[in-house]
């Protein structure tokens, strides 16, 4: 393994102030990591260079998640009600990856982050008028293997899926984290055989996996002791604006 001479840059350095940001975020209201790193973080690097490094976060947070929370997973909602088609849409999410340029990539993100922002934002302000109880799944499962193939990053849509279940918040975070898992590991080795995750890229990411401890650590915290809603308006607030400047850069 080379160590990469990326890591010893001023953008790298605050890469990682964001990587620390968005999965704080992440261990306190449930996701939002990949998203919101890449949403700042594209700023400083191409949406490819970031997509090598941010999946292997989201599946060792995952996996902590998973270690103490196991036992609330839904299988049947995994295997049957997510994973097909969410499957299917990560074909299309990353045929789109290896065709698309970077500045349409970073475009096309910065929109998607944007509407999602505001859309979240407008269901908190207004929560008893949120779409109907009974949303298919189906659709948004397939919508969001599309952003998982090309941006690692189907949270936000699954999740707007997901809302309208009526699942317990327990099993919620302990599925999602299976979920995590189960779909970046395929992520990486696409990556990896079309030659973009090499031995410099690897000591990047490790870089990037120490941050994940004192992200964990405040995160854990944060979630008993700070008011989720306040907490997520200000999150939600950084992807519109976020996603704005990427779309106007």
């Known amino acids: ?48 260079e970031l997509l090598i490094w941010l999946p292997p976060l989201s599946i060792a947070l995952s996996a902590y998640l998973l270690m103490r929370y196991h036992d609330h997973i839904d299988w049947g ?32 993100f910065g929109v998607c982050v944007a509407f999602l922002g505001v859309r979240e934002l407008w269901v908190l302000f207004h929560k008893g008028h949120d779409a109907p109880k009974n949303r298919k799944l189906w659709p948004w499962s397939f919508m969001a293997g599309i952003t998982q193939g090309l941006f690692a990053s189907a949270g936000p849509v699954l999740v ?26 395929p992520l990486m080795f696409s990556y990896y055989f079309a030659g973009n995750l ?25 979630h008993h002791n700070v008011n989720e809603r306040k907490f997520a308006i200000a999150v939600y607030a950084t992807l519109v604006f976020s996603g704005l400047a990427l779309v106007f850069s």
């Open 1 to 48: 393994m080379t160590l990469s001479p990326v890591i010893s840059t001023p953008e790298f350095w605050v890469l990682l102030g964001f990587i620390l940001f968005s999965f704080v975020t992440q261990t306190t209201i449930g996701f939002g990591g990949v998203v919101i790193a890449l949403t700042l973080g594209a700023h400083l690097f191409t949406i490819q």
């Open 77 to 108: 909602l995994l295997f049957k009600r997510i994973a097909p088609f969410l499957v299917a849409g990560m074909v299309l999410g990353q045929y789109l990856f290896y065709s698309l340029g970077s500045g349409d990539l970073k475009l096309i």
């Open 160 to 185: 707007y899926g997901l809302a309208a279940q009526g699942i317990p918040k327990g099993t919620f975070r302990s599925t999602l984290a299976a979920c995590w898992i189960a779909f970046n590991t």
């Open 198 to 222: 090499t031995g410099q890229s690897i000591s990047e990411i490790l870089v990037c996996l120490v941050v994940l401890v004192p992200a964990v650590l405040s995160g854990e915290w944060l």
